[in-house]
C-alpha cells in the first residue's frame, strides 16, 4: 500500500527524481577527462494495462499510433577507458497525443526540426553536454535514428563530438555516399570474437575490414527553413565491413558506415570510432534488463500514467545499478563501491560477509574492499551464486535477486542498529 501511495503522492516530482539520479551522476562524472554520452529511445506499452488504468493522464500513444505507453529517451554516461557505465545525466519522457491528421496530411516534413519528435536527438546531447561542463571532452553515441543532416549541424555549432550510424545513402559533392566509400584505400583489417546471442548468432571469430575518408553531405532538397544549415557539411567517415569468409551460413555480415566529427587519418583512430559505437549496446542492455530480461516494468500494476512515469524513472536507476554490479563482478573495471552503494550499506555488507565466506581460500571474497567486484560478490552470494571461479559470472537474474534479498537485510540491519543504540 505504501508502494502505491507513494507514486501516487503529487508531492512526488517526475522532475526531483530525474534530478537526483542526474545529480549522482554528474558527481560520477567531472574525474573523467573524456566520457561517451549514449542516446537511445524505447517504448514502454501498457496496452494490457488499459482497462486497469484509471488515470491515463501522461499516457498516450505508442510507435503502432494504436497501443496505450509513452516513451523514454535517456542519455548514458559511460567512461571509454574501460567500458564502465557510470549512469544517466538525462532523461526524456513524452508520448504522442491521438491525431486526427495523418502526418501527410500535416505535412510533418515540412514542420521545423525543433518541432518534430527527432529533435531530441540533437537537443538531449546538447543539454547534457551542457550538464557535464566539467568534463574536458564528451563523445555522443547514438544509432541510425540520429542520422539526420540538422542534428549534425547543431551538434557541430555546439561543440560536441560525436559518432553517428548512417542510415541512408545521402548525397555528396562526389555523388553517392556507398559509391564513394567504395573509392576508399582499405586501411586494413582485424579480427574480432563474436559473441553469441541467445542462440540466434552463433559466437565467432569475424575479420573486419577498415575504410576511412573524409566526405562533403549535401544538405537535403526538402530541408525545412534550409537557409539555417549549410549547403554543405564535412565529416569523417568510418566504415566496417565484415569479411564474407568469415561470415557462417545463414547469418548476416557485420557493416556498419559511421560518420564522426573526431579526426581520422590512420587505421587506429579508425578501430577507436568503432570501439565508441560498440559500447552503444550498453543502452540496449539497460533497455533489457529494464524490461523482460530483469525488472519487467512493463507488468507493473500501478493504476494511474503519472505514477507509472515516476516508477519508470527509479527503475530506470536500479537498472542502471544492476548493470553496474555485472560490469564489475570480476573486477574488470576500476569503479569504487561508492558508485552504487551507501557507506551504511557497505557496513551493512561488511557484517553479514562472513556468512557467506568458506573456510577456503577458494570460498572467500577474492577482491578488496575498495572495488565494487567486492560488494557484486556480496550480492550475487545472496542471489544464490555459489562464490566457485568454475562456476558462470553470476548474471543479471541473479544480480537482481541478491539486490531485492540485500535492501530486505539491509532494512533489518538498520532497525536493529536503532534498537541497539536506544
Request: aromatic content about 10%.
Amino acid at each position: 500500500m505504501s508502494y502505491y501511495r507513494f507514486f501516487s503522492n503529487e508531492r512526488v516530482k517526475e522532475e526531483d527524481l530525474i534530478s537526483c539520479m542526474q545529480s549522482h551522476c554528474k558527481d560520477q562524472s567531472i574525474v573523467h577527462k573524456h566520457l561517451l554520452l549514449i542516446e537511445d529511445t524505447t517504448e514502454l506499452n501498457m496496452e494490457k494495462h488499459r482497462n486497469r488504468i484509471g488515470s491515463k493522464a501522461q499516457l498516450g500513444l505508442t510507435g503502432n499510433n494504436i497501443d496505450l505507453g509513452f516513451f523514454c529517451h535517456p542519455t548514458a554516461v559511460v567512461n571509454p577507458a574501460d567500458a564502465s557505465l557510470i549512469g544517466l545525466i538525462d532523461l526524456h519522457l513524452w508520448h504522442r497525443e491521438e491525431e486526427k491528421q495523418s502526418k501527410k496530411e500535416r505535412k510533418y516534413k515540412c514542420l521545423k526540426f525543433e518541432q518534430k519528435e527527432s529533435w531530441r536527438w540533437a537537443n538531449r546531447a546538447i543539454v547534457s553536454r551542457e550538464r557535464l561542463k566539467e568534463v574536458e571532452m564528451v563523445t555522443v553515441v547514438q544509432d541510425r535514428e540520429g542520422d539526420i543532416y540538422e542534428s549534425f549541424c547543431l551538434l557541430n555549432q555546439s561543440g560536441v563530438n560525436w559518432v553517428i550510424r548512417s542510415c541512408q545513402n545521402r548525397l555528396t559533392k562526389e555523388g553517392k555516399l556507398d559509391e564513394q566509400i567504395e573509392s576508399f584505400p582499405l586501411a586494413g583489417d582485424y579480427k574480432v570474437v563474436i559473441s553469441a546471442d541467445n542462440k540466434k548468432r552463433l559466437q565467432r571469430e569475424a575479420t573486419l575490414e577498415v575504410r576511412y575518408g573524409q566526405v562533403e553531405l549535401c544538405r537535403p532538397r526538402n530541408l525545412a527553413n534550409a537557409e539555417q544549415y549549410p549547403q554543405t557539411l564535412t565529416v569523417q567517415v568510418v566504415q566496417v565491413k565484415e569479411r564474407v569468409d568469415s561470415v557462417p551460413k545463414g547469418e548476416t555480415p557485420i557493416e556498419w558506415t559511421l560518420y564522426t566529427s573526431h579526426p581520422v587519418d590512420n587505421l587506429i583512430e579508425a578501430q577507436q570510432v568503432i570501439y565508441y559505437y560498440t559500447l552503444r549496446w550498453l543502452i540496449e542492455d539497460l533497455f533489457r534488463t529494464l524490461k523482460s530480461k530483469g525488472l519487467d516494468y512493463e507488468s507493473s500494476e500501478l493504476e494511474s500514467g503519472k505514477a507509472l512515469r515516476k516508477l519508470l524513472i527509479m527503475a530506470l536507476m536500479a537498472a542502471v545499478q544492476i548493470l553496474q554490479l555485472r560490469q564489475a563482478r570480476e573486477g574488470q573495471t576500476q569503479q569504487t563501491p561508492s558508485l552504487v552503494f551507501s557507506q551504511e550499506q557497505l557496513c551493512c555488507m561488511q557484517d553479514i560477509l562472513p556468512r557467506f565466506e568458506g573456510k577456503t581460500e577458494k570460498q572467500k571474497n577474492p577482491y578488496p574492499r575498495n572495488n565494487l567486484a567486492w560488494a557484486v560478490w556480496i550480492i550475487a552470494r545472496l542471489g544464490g551464486w555459489k562464490g566457485y571461479a568454475s562456476q558462470r559470472p553470476p548474471g543479471v537474474i541473479i544480480l537482481h535477486d541478491g539486490w531485492i534479498r540485500f535492501h530486505a537485510l539491509f532494512d533489518g540491519w538498520m532497525i536493529a542498529k536503532d534498537v541497539y543504540k536506544r
